[in-house]
């Protein structure tokens, strides 16, 4: 499916060319039928000759309504200059076909309308004065026809040549992100909310969940149009008009953007080429206001030139866009800029990275990534993606840092502007010649792996070096200092322990949890593979002593502070951590023997009377309230005790061998 656009001067006939190729009046505003000129964007559509049904979206060509022009042109694959046969090029004419350059529209034919009115002599004069006109832009070269609306004079060879140009635009790509820009929002009786808006990069289905952005807004498609026909799906390029479930109408506005939940990201920031018009009457100074359009959007902004404090007309120069409110858009989306007062188009460009850092200017650097990406081959794109630093939290700080990441197939389709079938290909033709790792769904740079896997050893071989009586660095700090999301992590983890290069650590006493009738040793540590936490001879020595207390007296044993009193608080958190003493409450320790004995001994009592008080539970143990309270506290916890006020019954958690 294709669109056409009209672009050209008020009163030179576009609106009236369109009625008589299609039938439709695309004036659809009684103001607009009122005063006789289009106000807003209108909407028709024709069969070609060969019978391919196009889209036709009219534009007005009064100088007022050029952001209603803007909105309608950014999906357009071809052009209808349109330029009245006995006026030439007038002031719109002009700045339309500016439009249409900056937007790189790929295809054209010009159109001199109101032919009855002129002599040859004249025509071939305005042909002549348009074909030199044109040589610099991208309508460079385009067909001129000469028709009359009212005759029917040149209407069938516009057909063809249209047909024509049309077969030669390449195909609106798929790359599975749909998203459709709003050019229009009603309602209608018995239907609710409708949008309307030219579909790009993915097809849409009814019943598919979306999201509006940057509202955050989630509904449902349900239903889709196209030419007042009801579709079940609609294909990239297409003209469709949307029936929204969940959403009112007063939400929603033109410059909105209709997608899947979760495919786009609003951004405040975007780095792009920009191009000052030749003809522009000033020259651009850095962090000068103008107004962004793009799609259907118009944003106020603010410039930043990157590489040059001002910017002279038909000049080019690398600018970071600082927008006043969140924008959706994509790599490779063209953009023009305008004054906003005295309004006038004064340039446009392309965009080649939506989610850039904040950069200082003049960096040599990030031009030159700059310039990579513009030229970028697809392969090139891709890699690109993938040696991207996503920003990361060090564990512990607010400082942001370079994290070291892995993106999965879609996240890389998106951010290359590729189809994923594409990507795919590349990837995989990438991991043969070494050039990137895969490590279960996720994708790394081979540069970005490698880097990654000596920053993951280094952590842990740090820790053990700061702290030689631990067993082992938490996996979740791990994480969070290398900045890998948790799905990330755990599938890292996992290949560095195939290969040798770390290894999981199961502990007990404080990690200690009861599944079933075991107590099972859940780890949450990392080490080098062989690495023992080990004490100094004197250390080991107090250890020997310290031991030897809690084995003299199991239920009465010292307590933390009189334990880090005797060998010091490092090495009595490594033999919790080893799991040689349990802690249980605050303060209190037991030896990994007797805290087994305890709940065994407990447990059975409970079992033989079916209730247990807490003096019952002191004189099983021979203890004092101090060391009684914590641990059927503790019991209660594992659910191997229900409490009934001063008592205990037996709950739904059983201990097992005592000796485990």
């Known amino acids: 499916m294709s669109c056409i656009g009209t672009a050209g001067h008020v009163d030179h006939g576009k609106s009236t060319l369109v009625k008589a190729l299609t039938g439709i009046d695309p004036d659809r505003l009684t103001e607009e039928k009122e005063r006789g000129m289009t106000i807003d964007l209108g909407f028709a559509w024709l069969k ?54 900056l937007l790189q529209v790929p295809r054209g034919v010009v159109v001199l309308t109101k032919a009855d009115l002129v002599d040859e002599e004249w025509l071939e004069l305005v042909r002549e004065e348009i074909t030199e006109y044109l040589k610099p832009t991208i309508l460079a070269g385009a067909p001129i026809l000469t028709v009359s609306a009212y005759t029917g004079q040149g209407l069938p060879e516009l057909l063809t040549t249209l047909e024509t140009l049309l077969e030669t635009t390449s195909t609106r790509r798929n790359i599975g992100r749909p998203r459709l820009p709003i050019d229009r929002v009603f309602s209608l009786t018995g239907f609710g909310t409708i949008v309307t808006g030219t579909l790009l990069d993915g097809g849409l289905k009814v019943g598919q969940e979306v ?208 189809a ?72 890292v983890f996992f290949r560095l322990q195939e290969k040798g290069l770390l290894e999981s650590v199961e502990t007990r006493g404080g990690n200690e949890r009861v599944v079933g009738s075991t107590l099972a040793r859940t780890g949450g540590l990392i080490r080098i593979p062989g690495f023992q936490p080990h004490f100094t001879a004197v250390q080991q020595q107090q250890v020997d002593q310290l031991l030897q207390l809690f084995q003299e007296h199991p239920f009465t044993p010292p307590v933390r502070s009189e334990a880090e009193a005797m060998v010091g608080t490092n090495v009595v958190s490594a033999l919790i951590e080893q799991g040689q003493l349990v802690k249980i409450g605050d303060g209190i320790l037991f030896s990994h023997t007797a805290y087994r004995t305890a709940l065994s001994k407990l447990a059975a009592y409970m079992h033989e009377h079916g209730k247990m008080t807490v003096a019952e539970a002191r004189d099983v143990l021979e203890t004092t309230r101090k060391y009684i309270l914590p641990l059927l506290e503790h019991m209660d916890a594992l659910r191997m005790t229900h409490r009934l006020g001063d008592e205990r019954t037996p709950g739904t958690t059983h201990i097992g061998n005592p000796a485990e």
């Open 48 to 101: 070609l000759p060969g019978g391919q049904e196009v889209s036709i979206v009219d534009v007005p060509g009064h100088e007022s309504f050029i952001k209603n022009m803007l909105a309608g042109v950014g999906g357009i694959d071809a052009a209808m200059l349109v330029i009245a046969a006995d006026e030439g090029i007038m002031p719109q004419t002009r700045e339309h076909l500016a439009i249409l350059d």
């Open 211 to 418: 999201e509006i952005f940057p509202l955050g807004i989630k509904s449902r498609v349900r239903g889709l149009q196209m030419h007042k026909q009801q579709l079940e799906s609609a294909h990239p390029g297409s003209r469709v008009a949307l029936n929204l479930a969940n959403v009112a109408r007063t939400d929603l506005t033109r410059g909105n953007v209709v997608a899947l939940s979760g495919q786009l990201q609003p951004t405040l920031l975007f780095d792009a080429r920009l191009r000052l018009l030749a003809d522009s009457s000033r020259s651009l100074l850095h962090n000068t206001s103008v107004d962004v359009y793009t799609g259907s959007q118009e944003i106020p902004a603010r410039v930043r030139l990157l590489d040059t404090d001002e910017l002279q007309p038909g000049q080019s120069a690398w600018v970071q866009m600082r927008l006043s409110r969140p924008a959706v858009v994509a790599r490779r989306d063209r953009f023009i800029l305008r004054i906003p007062s005295p309004g006038m188009t004064i340039g446009g460009g392309e965009i080649v990275d939506v989610t850039p850092r904040y950069h200082r200017r003049f960096q040599k650097p990030v031009l030159s990534t700059l310039v990579q990406l513009l030229q970028a081959t697809p392969e090139e794109l891709v890699l690109a993606s993938l040696e991207r630093r996503t920003p990361a939290r060090a564990a512990g700080t607010t400082q942001a840092t370079p994290g070291l990441a892995g993106y999965l197939l879609e996240d890389i389709a998106k951010q290359s502007n590729l």
């Open 420 to 491: 994923q079938d594409v990507t795919q290909q590349i990837l995989e033709s990438f991991l043969s010649e070494g050039r990137v790792y895969k490590v279960g769904a996720y994708w790394f740079a081979q540069t970005v792996w490698d880097a990654l896997t000596d920053e993951a050893l280094r952590l842990v071989k740090e820790f053990h070096q700061q702290y030689p009586l631990r067993s082992g660095i938490s996996k979740e700090e791990w994480r969070a200092r290398l900045g890998l999301q948790s799905r990330m992590a755990a599938d």
